[in-house]
Nanobody, 124 residues
């Protein structure tokens, strides 16, 4: 069983930055691809970014490309999401999820374990 815990959310003004962290326990973290997703009120959960097991490959949603950066430190069992130039439309609960193989996908149904989420609110 893998546990994921997100942190780093909060309230920020438009144009600001936040860095989210996702710490994993209970498994072999370096064997898992990891994704970040978000869900705004009244909307479906959507893909944000994903990173391969060793951090060599990353994918981003078009809406965040160039503003967000996903990275990982396998020595700390942690994946990060650096979010810059934040917009009010980035407001959502952000979730990390892991997939027990080295496969990047925006399909949330493919992920095996999920964290509880962290709220990000961007004011205009």
């Amino acid at each position: 069983q893998v546990q994921l815990v997100e942190s780093g959310g909060g309230l920020v003004q438009a144009g600001g930055s936040l860095r989210l962290s996702c710490v994993a326990s209970g498994g072999t973290f370096s064997s898992y691809a990891v994704g970040w997703f978000r869900q705004a009120p009244g909307k479906d959960r959507e893909f944000v970014a994903a990173i391969s097991t060793q951090g060599v490959t990353t994918n981003y949603a078009a809406s965040v490309k160039g503003r967000f950066t996903i990275s990982r430190d396998n020595t700390k069992n942690t994946v990060y999401l650096q979010m810059n130039s934040l917009k009010p439309e980035d407001t959502a609960v952000y979730y990390c999820a892991c997939l027990i193989r080295n496969y990047l996908t925006p399909n949330s149904r493919m992920y095996d374990y999920w964290g509880q989420g962290t709220q990000v609110t961007v004011s205009s």
